[in-house]
C-alpha cells in the first residue's frame, strides 16, 4: 500500500498533440508511487478535438476525471474548476506541456507529511529567451515587493495539503491565481518548503500562458488584489505569518 494520496490538477485549451501522452505519463508515474490518486483536467472550451479525446481516456484510466467550460475562461479558471473536485489529500498541479517532471514526485512529496506546502522552484532561468526572462522577473519581483511575501517563486507546482486549500478562497481568474495560493498559504501561518525542479520544455503546440491578453489580465489582478488584501486587509490571516524554507538563491 503506497502511502499517499494524490490530486492531480490540469487544464487545456486545444492540446490535441498532448492530451493522451499527458494522461498516459501522469498516470504511470502516480501509479509508480501511490495506489490513491485521480487526474482532473478541465477543457478551456478547446476548438480542436481535445475534449473528444478527454472522453476517450476516461475509459482507459478510471483515475480521470473530466469537465469542460462553455467558454474559453483562461488559466486561472482552471484551479476554480478542478480543485473543489480534488478528493485526495495532497493537491498538485502540472500543465498538460508537462513543465514539470512528474517522474521528480518522490523528492517532492517526501516533505508532504513535515510541511503544508511544497513549492517547486526553478533554480535557473538561465536558458529562458529574452522576452520571456523579463516577464518571469518583472512577475516575480512585482508579487513580492506588494505582497510582502519572501518566496523563491509563485508561478510554479505547488504540492498542497487539501486542508489548507479548504480554507482559501480563490478570487483572481488570471495566472496571478498560482500565486494567490501561496500568498493566502504564507499569510494563513502555513509551513512552507521549496524544492528544485527540472524544467521539461514544451515540445508541441503553443504555449498559452504568454498572450497579450493573459498578460494584461495577470497584471489587472495583481494590482486589483494587492489593494484588496494589502491595503485594505480584506483576507484572512493568522495572527502569525508562515514559514518558508527557500532553496539557494536562484539564477537568471
Not at 498532448?18 to 472550451?45: K, P, Q
Not at 498560482?178 to 512552507?192: D, P, S, T, V
Amino acid at each position: 500500500m503506497k502511502k499517499y494520496s494524490l490530486s492531480l490538477c490540469a487544464w487545456a485549451y486545444n492540446e490535441e498533440d498532448l492530451i493522451e501522452e499527458f494522461v498516459e505519463v501522469s498516470d504511470r508515474d502516480l501509479r509508480a508511487v501511490s495506489d490513491d490518486y485521480e487526474i482532473i483536467i478541465v477543457d478551456d472550451a478547446s476548438t480542436d478535438s481535445t475534449w473528444k479525446k478527454m472522453q476517450s481516456l476516461t475509459r482507459k484510466y478510471p483515475a480521470l476525471k473530466i469537465v469542460r467550460h462553455e467558454k474559453n475562461m483562461d488559466v486561472g479558471y482552471g484551479f476554480h474548476s478542478t480543485i473543489p473536485l480534488a478528493t485526495k489529500e495532497i493537491i498538485f498541479w502540472n500543465t498538460v506541456d508537462r513543465f514539470h517532471d512528474m517522474a521528480e514526485l518522490p523528492k517532492f512529496l517526501r516533505w508532504t507529511g513535515e510541511y503544508d506546502l511544497v513549492q517547486g522552484v526553478r533554480s535557473d532561468l538561465s536558458a529562458n529567451p529574452a522576452m520571456r526572462k523579463l516577464t518571469t522577473f518583472v512577475n516575480y519581483y512585482l508579487i513580492r515587493f506588494l505582497f510582502n511575501v519572501p518566496m523563491s517563486e509563485f508561478q510554479n507546482v505547488k504540492f498542497v495539503r487539501k486542508t489548507l486549500m479548504d480554507k482559501i478562497h480563490l478570487e483572481s481568474g488570471s495566472i496571478f491565481t498560482n500565486a494567490e495560493i501561496g500568498i493566502k498559504a504564507y499569510y494563513l501561518g502555513a509551513r512552507i518548503k521549496e524544492e528544485g525542479m527540472t524544467f521539461l520544455a514544451r515540445e508541441k503546440g503553443k504555449a498559452k500562458g504568454a498572450r497579450l491578453k493573459s498578460l494584461w489580465k495577470t497584471f489587472s489582478d495583481i494590482v486589483r488584489f494587492w489593494l484588496i488584501w494589502m491595503v485594505f486587509r480584506k483576507v484572512p490571516r493568522a495572527k502569525t505569518a508562515g514559514t518558508i524554507d527557500r532553496i539557494p538563491k536562484r539564477s537568471w
